[in-house]
């Protein structure tokens, strides 16, 4: 038998655009430009800029109607804020896509040269064991020697010298 859901009921009505930029203003926020920000909501979302506004406003006292604290906060501030959060977020994820292929990367070149084979990740034995042989040449001799390695190792001192030269190019 399939439980029921409880639904919470929700008595607060949609807001129009322009009741939105009504409301904010209500709660204290200066808004140079009502038709600019009725844009900016409109794309953005008056709920999605909340999360900006949250730190300005007295969200305690249930009766303040989360009026704004400081008198001077401008809508532009909020927008501001807004914006250097989505750019900081995309420079965050685009080092951390720098470091996914690095480490991926590494894996590949690792377990391709020490198996000698391309298709390494289809090898069971691979994934079952925390040693692994690499074969290495070394560079006096010109030999290839077989080396016995724990794999967790290998991959760490890759991993860590790949970072250590990506930080060179910040």
């Excluded at 532009?76 to 959060?85: A, V």
Aim: charge should be negative; aromatic fraction near 12%.
């Amino acid at each position: 038998m399939e439980k029921e859901i409880e639904r919470k009921e929700y008595s607060k009505k949609p807001l129009s655009i322009k009741q939105q930029v009504a409301k904010l203003k209500s709660r204290g926020l200066i808004i140079d430009d009502e038709s600019l920000a009725e844009g900016y909501l409109s794309n953005i979302s008056y709920y999605r800029l909340r999360a900006y506004t949250f730190p300005f406003q007295n969200n305690v006292d249930k009766d303040a109607d989360h009026k704004f604290i400081r008198k001077s906060i401008r809508f532009k501030d909020i927008i501001d804020l807004y914006c250097f959060d989505r750019r900081l977020r995309c420079l965050i994820f685009n080092a951390l896509e720098k470091i996914e292929v690095a480490i991926r990367t590494k894996i590949i070149q690792i377990y391709s040269e020490s198996t000698d084979d391309s298709h390494w990740y289809e090898d069971e034995a691979l994934f079952n064991d925390d040693i692994c042989y690499l074969r290495k040449r070394n560079e006096e001799t010109g030999l290839i020697e077989t080396i016995k390695e724990y794999k967790y190792n290998i991959l760490e001192e890759e991993i860590l010298r790949e970072v250590d030269r990506s930080n060179e190019d910040l």
